[in-house]
């Protein structure tokens, strides 16, 4: 690795799951902002054609002229792609529905599953001096998800906390074997992170208990409880811990961010 400044590159993280609606662009949003706060300087990749990240990050949409589409197959200066968001250090690359078509137009480049990964470590993006990235992927297992794993150093599974929860979980799993052995062998799996967690309700605590007993070590400390500023932070464009950053939500995100921190950072040192 030839990196000229002392800086290092920086670590990139996919927060996936193929089940829609378990808390992906929630946690997507609320890490980045705790990993701001806590003094990084992060991007997000919103690599979901809905655009939510974006959007819960106060791009609008009449703002995303250039987008996580044209990263991937387009030649646009970063500096158009990348833009600020009002918490300070972090930036997005948005999305629109345009990248539902990019699934498609991808297959045809023999490159196809290695586009993101390239993006991403262009030397142009040094500029940036970005210390994470995160992605927020889309709901399926589709080329678009691959190219965030063949991207990134971790996986980061956000598990809600309700029945069948753990069902899914095998064909994730799956896939990022699958990905190890065709072009990412040291992808790691960052964590599992138990997402809208109802300390009164006995599914929750089922399962954690299941979580805990079959993935160990892999499951966060910190769950990530319902919390209504949570949901409600994103109709103000902004992540929960600037709309309330007292809110239970904003703690547990702050406390998640502590340890991705002490996974990540003492590999660094
Ligand atoms: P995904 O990206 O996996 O589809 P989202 O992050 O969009 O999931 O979350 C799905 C819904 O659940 C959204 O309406 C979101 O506001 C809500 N939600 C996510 N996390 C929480 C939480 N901790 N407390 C309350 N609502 C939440
Ligand atoms: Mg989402």
Redesign the pocket.
Same mark, same amino acid.
């Given at each position: 690795m030839s990196n000229p400044s002392s800086q290092a590159a920086p670590k990139i993280i996919s927060i996936a799951?193929q *089940?829609?609606?378990?808390? *992906?662009?929630? %946690? %997507? &949003?609320n890490l980045a902002a705790a990993l701001a706060e806590a003094g990084k300087r992060v991007l997000v990749v919103d690599l979901?054609p809905q655009g939510?990240a974006s959007t819960g990050l106060g791009i609008d949409s009449e703002d995303r002229e250039f987008t996580t589409y044209d990263l991937l197959l387009e030649d646009i200066d970063l500096k158009s792609i990348i833009l600020p968001t009002t918490t300070a250090g972090l930036h997005i690359i948005p999305a629109t529905v345009d990248l539902s078509s990019a699934d498609i137009d991808l297959i045809s480049n023999e490159k196809r599953s290695f586009l993101l990964h390239d993006a991403l470590r262009q030397t142009a993006m040094d500029e940036f001096e970005l210390d994470y990235i995160l992605i927020?992927c889309p709901?399926s297992l589709n080329l678009l998800t691959v190219n965030a794993m063949i991207a990134s150093d971790s996986i980061l599974v956000?598990l809600q906390s309700e029945f069948y929860a753990l069902e899914g979980l095998s064909q994730l799993m799956w896939s990022i074997r699958e990905v190890r052995q065709s072009g990412n062998k040291d992808l790691r799996i960052e964590g599992i992170v138990l %997402?809208?967690?109802d300390q009164r309700n006995n599914l929750s605590l089922q399962v954690e208990q299941d979580a805990r007993d079959n993935l160990g070590e892999l499951v966060f400390k910190t769950r &990530? =409880?319902?919390?209504?500023r949570?949901?409600e932070a =994103?109709s103000f464009a902004m992540p929960v811990l600037s709309y309330d950053t007292a809110s239970k939500?904003a703690q547990?995100y702050r406390a998640l961010a502590r340890e991705v921190l002490e996974n990540n950072e003492e590999k660094v040192a």
């Open positions: 799951n *089940k829609g609606g378990v808390g *992906k662009t929630t %946690t %997507t &949003i979901d939510n927020d709901p956000p %997402t809208m967690y &990530i =409880p319902r919390n209504v949570v949901s =994103p939500g547990a």
